[in-house]
């Protein structure tokens, strides 16, 4: 019967040999309930660290992409520098725009994940469960994500000299 292996296994010295059942050892499966418990939880794990590393290759192209913005815009910048634009307006431009496409890119993921998700419930004929907390978090973390990645570009394209950004 299903789950019985633990029982068996405890019985089976004994009744294979009485009279030293301690010579006998019975390997059993683990209990179905924390076997499964192990398999989700390293299921879980898995997928966490995916994410992170998703997450890192996402920074890494969301800093590349505003670095490659502030060097094709550098004339921009030093005409609104020759304006009167302090550092601190270009700096938060730049962190602004990167927040932009951190938020942009969370969304889109979200929502192809959502899609991706819903479509494989529907063909398995599973019932579709969303925690809230998750589709909140995952435009925060975008957010979060986006702002930290333009802090790097953004603090080079304030510190570039209006002379500087001027000339071709």
């Not at 800093?63 to 005409?79: F, K, Q």
């Not at 998700?117 to 907390?133: D, E, Y």
Request: include cysteine.
């Amino acid at each position: 019967d299903p789950g019985a292996a633990q029982l068996i296994g405890r019985q089976a010295p004994i009744a294979l040999r009485p009279d030293a059942p301690d010579r006998i050892q019975a390997l059993v499966p683990p209990d179905p309930v924390t076997l499964r418990r192990q398999v989700s939880g390293d299921v879980t794990a898995l997928f966490l660290a995916l994410s992170v590393l998703a997450l890192l290759i996402g920074a890494v192209a969301i800093t590349n992409a505003t670095l490659v913005s502030v060097m094709e815009r550098r004339s921009e910048i030093g005409l609104r520098r020759a304006l009167g634009a302090k550092k601190s307006h270009i700096w938060l431009q730049f962190c602004t725009e990167s927040a932009g496409i951190g938020t942009g890119a969370a969304i889109i993921g979200l929502s192809i994940s959502v899609i991706g998700v819903s479509i494989a419930c529907a063909i398995n004929h599973l019932v579709l469960t969303l925690n809230p907390s998750v589709l909140l978090a995952a435009p925060l973390i975008g957010l979060t994500t986006g702002a930290l990645s333009g802090v790097l570009p953004a603090t080079r394209a304030a510190r570039t000299p209006p002379s500087i950004s001027l000339q071709a």
